[in-house]
Every structure is written in C-alpha cells, then in structure tokens.
C-alpha cells in the first residue's frame, strides 16, 4: 500500500481537499466518485486518466460516466474517434434514466429524420 501523501505530489493536477476525497473514495470502489474524478481529469485536460476512472464507473452501471464516456468517443478525447461507439454509451446513459444523454438521443434521431 502507498499513502495519499506519498503519491499526491506525483499527480498531474492540482487537487483541493475535497478532490483529494472524491479520490480517496473512488480508489475505494465508489461509483459517484469515479465519475466525478473521471470529469475533473477530462475537464484538466488528462482524457486517458478521465477514461480509466470513467470506465470504473461504467462497470458499476453509473449512467452519468456512461453518457460521458460517450462524449469521449464522439470528440476523441483520449480514445480514438468514433461516433458508433459514442452513441451507443450515450444511448445506455439514456436508458439508464440520464436526462441529459435522452436529449442527446432525441436531438440525434430528430436530426436524422429531417436527412430524409
């Protein structure tokens, strides 16, 4: 085992207290932490760091991790690009009851209708 202290310098962004929680409770199988340490690497720009505690939180049925991992894959930020693969997290998000990824998925099927 390694303490908090010990690794804390090594990490690539700055972290408050609370971050430091959010972390300490991810690392300890936490679904809601995963996600959030997994946003706050995406948003400081550490997409392959935000993808591993994205995908922890995805293991775990976490809707909100599912509908960014989808963000993930359609922008290409730390995965390579795909759009399939995007929606397709983005639609498990949306059956799962995530508001958000079910606008998402109405605004693609709208959009695609109006092609035809």
Same mark, same amino acid.
């Given at each position: 085992?390694?303490?908090? !202290? @010990?690794?804390?310098?090594?990490?690539?962004?700055p972290?408050? &207290? @609370?971050?430091?929680?959010?972390?300490?409770?991810? /690392?300890?199988? +936490?679904?809601? !932490? *995963? +996600? /959030?340490?997994? *946003?706050?690497?995406?948003?400081?720009?550490?997409?392959?760091?935000?993808?591993?505690?994205? @995908? #922890?939180?995805? &293991? $775990?049925?976490? !809707? /909100?991790?599912? *509908?960014?991992?989808?963000?993930?894959?359609?922008? %290409?930020?730390?995965?390579?690009? +795909?759009? +399939?693969? %995007?929606?397709?997290?983005?639609?498990k998000?949306?059956?799962?009851?995530?508001?958000?990824? $079910?606008? $998402?998925? $109405?605004?693609?099927?709208?959009?695609?209708? #109006? *092609?035809?």
């Amino acid at each position: 085992m390694v303490s908090l !202290a @010990e690794v804390t310098p090594l990490i690539c962004v700055p972290l408050n &207290r @609370e971050d430091l929680d959010f972390l300490v409770k991810a /690392d300890a199988g +936490n679904a809601d !932490a *995963q +996600n /959030d340490i997994g *946003q706050l690497f995406s948003n400081a720009g550490k997409p392959k760091i935000a993808l591993y505690w994205l @995908e #922890q939180a995805v &293991r $775990q049925g976490h !809707a /909100d991790a599912m *509908q960014w991992l989808g963000r993930c894959y359609i922008g %290409g930020e730390g995965v390579p690009k +795909n759009k +399939n693969i %995007g929606f397709m997290w983005i639609a498990k998000a949306a059956a799962h009851g995530h508001v958000i990824a $079910q606008a $998402q998925m $109405q605004d693609s099927f709208t959009f695609r209708m #109006q *092609q035809f």
